[in-house]
Each structure stands twice: as structure tokens, then as C-alpha cells.
């Protein structure tokens, strides 16, 4: 399982914010799980941890919005990835956010991009729940403290492109 997770360490992925609103609370966490399946539609796969409450929100709500982060995210990156972290809302307060269109979640401003997606499929695989989601909207984001290049983890931290 080292040898696995070490190699794994060495491919960069890209590092987002995913953000579920649920009926009491504003749900997010730090996922870097995230790929483009599909163009035309475009379809995105997230996968999340099976045993996690965002995993649970998720599959109660249907839907889910992406911020992709940037170089100055990397703050915000470790706040989303914390055990025991408050609410998404309480973490974004001083955070340019709006609430997506298409799913009410929350959506970073100044993120590099963003998307709201519903789910179409889902299945569990080994510790994970794998979605396969259709992008129902865009959010217009404007970049901003996002920085120069995406925030990308490696080597099982979070580093810089740019």
C-alpha cells in the first residue's frame, strides 16, 4: 500500500474545492480527485472517500459545485482538508463566494474555474464513491487571488504551477 501511495504522489492532479448545499448546512471539502470524462456532454468523475459526510451529502443532494483553485489557495486548500472544519460557508466568510445557480452550492469568485454538476451515476470502488456527473453550469469567476498558475498537489503536499 506505500509503494501504491508513493507512486501515486508522483502524478499531479489539479486541486479544487467541491461544495454541496444540504438542507441544514453549506458541506465542502478539499478534493483533488476530479477528471473530465466527456466534452460533448460534458460529464466530469469526482471520486470522495466512502466513509466521509461530504460522500453522504452528496449522494442525498444529487449535485455539487467545483471551485478549481489557484496558487493563492493554498491556505484555503488546508482550511477545506481539515478533520473536525466548520461549514463551508463559515469557511468562505472572507472569501469572495456566490451561491451557483443550477445547485444553491457555494462557488470561490476567484477561483480559476468552476462548475455546478448533477449526478448521474455513482458506484463505490475499494475505499472510494466514484460520480459520474453532468455539468449543468459554468459559474463566472473572475481568476483573481486564484494567482498566476493552479494549485496542484504533489509529493503529498500542495505546490505551485507557473
Known amino acids: 500500500m506505500t509503494e501504491y501511495t508513493e507512486a501515486m504522489a508522483a502524478l499531479p492532479t489539479g486541486v479544487t474545492v467541491v461544495t454541496v448545499r444540504d438542507g441544514r448546512d453549506d458541506i465542502g ?3 483533488s480527485a476530479l477528471c473530465s ?5 460534458p460529464v466530469v468523475m469526482l471520486s ?3 466513509e466521509g459526510y461530504l460522500r453522504e451529502v452528496v449522494d442525498r443532494q444529487g449535485a455539487f459545485a467545483v471551485s478549481v483553485l489557484g496558487a493563492g489557495h493554498r491556505a484555503l486548500a488546508g482550511r477545506f482538508s481539515a478533520e473536525g472544519r466548520p461549514s463551508a460557508r463559515l469557511l468562505l466568510d472572507a472569501e469572495p463566494h456566490a451561491r451557483g445557480e443550477a445547485t444553491g452550492a457555494l462557488v470561490l469568485t476567484e477561483a480559476l ?3 455546478e454538476c448533477t449526478v448521474e451515476r455513482s458506484l463505490e470502488v475499494g475505499d472510494h464513491a466514484v460520480y459520474f456527473a453532468a455539468v449543468a453550469a459554468l459559474p463566472r469567476v473572475e481568476g483573481g ?3 498566476a498558475g493552479p494549485l496542484v498537489r504533489y509529493g503529498g503536499g500542495y505546490r505551485t504551477l507557473g
Open 37 to 41: 470524462i466527456s466534452a460533448d456532454p
Open 29 to 31: 471539502g478539499t478534493v
Open 48 to 50: 470522495l472517500s466512502a
Open 145 to 147: 487571488r486564484g494567482g
Open 113 to 115: 474555474a468552476a462548475l
